[in-house]
């Protein structure tokens, strides 16, 4: 017999669910909804776990993740219970559930707590620079190390153990047995979800949507164009033309995108961005100032300007800093890879069923 948690809706509203319980089972969600069909009722099945207060269903389910949230469950509910922004807050529920640090559900609720670690890093990188412990030579230098190591750390101490908690919560808690093939053949998903995205597609046929992916595809290819370029070809201290021409554009990349994308949010152009979470803010705002920030450096580098302007180079810092050690294991950023593995997960799923 499934748990009941009382207070799951109170949870849940503390990260940024609004009125699902105003749901009255009709099924309008449902019948809108372009991912649903006879075996998956988006997003009914998880409305109702959250009102029901089925959170152990809830952990377990993949849903939350296979929706885009296209915006017609909230256009067309009759109660106004906005099914889409639940969906958005499960998503988060389901993140804190995941990292075994407790950091992340403690950032979703709490933005004292973002405010405060940003203010954090700003003091220690501030404060490193004040006590003169590096040349600014030894800035540059550490500074691309410390890039090489935050992935590396980021990926091994925190998102791959949280990717093993899914995958438990969600794979191995059906017990449907453990077939090593499904996982093999499955694997394609994993790859054209996390590089694609192309579920999107289903979400909605209008230009608008097939804009907003297309955006969103460019703006994944450059940030990790760009990660790659600063971090693996060591972009701010290369002499290499194409690789110094290739980290303008990409840099530009997501200085463009992600400003439409901070438009369409101040604006509410669509659906997707009527309702804005701090994190979602905090995302999309401070890859921006990743894309302006390495941009600057680097064009002060090239232009011998650096060293008379080496504030600016602490500022990318602090946002490199802010983004590898907040935003990306805790934050935003982490849906684009859960995301992905739900694809995959979700395949396995299907085949182990099969």
Same mark, same amino acid.
């Given at each position: 017999?499934?748990?009941?948690?009382?207070?799951? +809706?109170?949870?849940?509203?503390?990260? +940024?669910?609004?009125?699902?319980?105003?749901?009255?089972?009709?099924?309008?969600?449902?019948?809108?909804?372009?991912?649903?069909?006879?075996?998956?009722? #988006?997003?009914?099945?998880?409305?109702?776990?959250?009102?029901?207060?089925?959170?152990?269903?809830?952990? +377990?389910?993949?849903?939350?993740?296979?929706?885009?949230?296209?915006?017609?469950?909230?256009?067309?509910?009759?109660?106004?219970?906005?099914?889409?922004?639940?969906?958005?807050?499960?998503?988060?529920? *389901?993140?804190?559930? &995941?990292?075994?640090?407790?950091?992340?559900?403690?950032? &979703?609720?709490?933005?004292?707590?973002?405010?405060?670690?940003?203010?954090? %890093?700003?003091? +220690?990188?501030?404060?490193?620079?004040?006590?003169?412990?590096?040349?600014?030579?030894?800035? /540059?230098?550490?500074?691309?190390?410390?890039?090489?190591?935050?992935?590396?750390?980021?990926? $091994? $101490?925190?998102?791959?153990?949280?990717?093993?908690?899914?995958?438990? &919560?969600?794979?191995?808690?059906?017990?449907?047995?453990?077939?090593?093939?499904?996982?093999?053949? *499955?694997?394609?998903?994993?790859? %054209?979800?996390?590089?694609?995205?192309?579920?999107?597609?289903?979400?909605?046929? =209008?230009?608008?949507?097939?804009?907003?992916?297309?955006?969103?595809?460019?703006?994944?290819?450059?940030?990790?164009?760009?990660?790659?370029?600063?971090?693996?070809? =060591?972009?701010?201290?290369?002499?290499?033309?194409?690789?110094?021409?290739?980290?303008? %554009?990409?840099?530009?990349?997501? #200085?463009?995108?992600?400003? =439409?994308?901070?438009?369409?949010?101040?604006?509410?152009?669509?659906?997707?961005?009527?309702?804005?979470?701090?994190?979602?803010?905090?995302?999309?705002?401070?890859?921006?100032?990743?894309?302006?920030?390495?941009?600057?450096?680097?064009? $002060?580098? =090239?232009?011998?300007?650096?060293?008379?302007?080496?504030?600016?180079?602490?500022?990318?810092?602090?946002?490199? %800093?802010?983004?590898?050690?907040?935003?990306?294991?805790?934050?935003?950023?982490?849906? /684009?890879?859960?995301?992905?593995?739900?694809?995959?997960?979700?395949?396995?799923?299907?085949?182990?069923?099969?």
């Amino acid at each position: 017999m499934a748990k009941v948690d009382l207070k799951f +809706g109170k949870k849940l509203k503390k990260f +940024g669910a609004i009125d699902f319980n105003a749901c009255y089972n009709c099924g309008t969600c449902t019948a809108v909804c372009a991912l649903s069909d006879e075996k998956d009722s #988006f997003p009914r099945e998880m409305v109702r776990f959250s009102v029901t207060g089925l959170s152990e269903d809830v952990k +377990g389910s993949l849903k939350p993740w296979l929706c885009y949230y296209c915006g017609e469950c909230t256009t067309y509910c009759p109660q106004e219970a906005k099914p889409g922004e639940l969906m958005m807050s499960l998503r988060r529920y *389901a993140t804190s559930r &995941y990292d075994w640090t407790g950091l992340s559900g403690l950032l &979703y609720k709490n933005l004292l707590a973002y405010i405060i670690s940003f203010l954090l %890093v700003i003091a +220690g990188v501030i404060g490193a620079y004040l006590s003169d412990t590096f040349t600014t030579e030894e800035w /540059f230098h550490y500074g691309h190390y410390f890039e090489m190591l935050a992935i590396v750390g980021v990926f $091994l $101490l925190i998102l791959t153990p949280n990717i093993f908690r899914m995958w438990l &919560y969600s794979v191995q808690s059906k017990k449907k047995g453990f077939k090593l093939k499904h996982y093999f053949s *499955a694997f394609g998903e994993l790859l %054209v979800h996390m590089f694609t995205q192309k579920r999107t597609l289903k979400c909605d046929d =209008d230009a608008k949507n097939k804009i907003w992916w297309f955006e969103h595809f460019i703006l994944v290819f450059g940030y990790l164009a760009l990660l790659f370029t600063t971090v693996v070809l =060591d972009w701010f201290a290369t002499e290499v033309p194409f690789i110094i021409y290739m980290g303008y %554009v990409f840099s530009g990349i997501i #200085f463009i995108v992600t400003f =439409d994308f901070v438009i369409r949010r101040i604006r509410k152009r669509s659906e997707k961005s009527t309702f804005s979470h701090p994190s979602d803010w905090f995302f999309v705002i401070w890859l921006f100032l990743m894309g302006v920030s390495a941009f600057a450096v680097r064009l $002060l580098v =090239d232009t011998g300007l650096i060293l008379d302007n080496f504030w600016v180079y602490l500022f990318h810092v602090i946002i490199l %800093v802010q983004w590898a050690l907040i935003i990306v294991p805790f934050g935003k950023w982490t849906h /684009f890879l859960y995301r992905s593995f739900a694809m995959y997960f979700d395949k396995v799923n299907k085949l182990n069923a099969a």
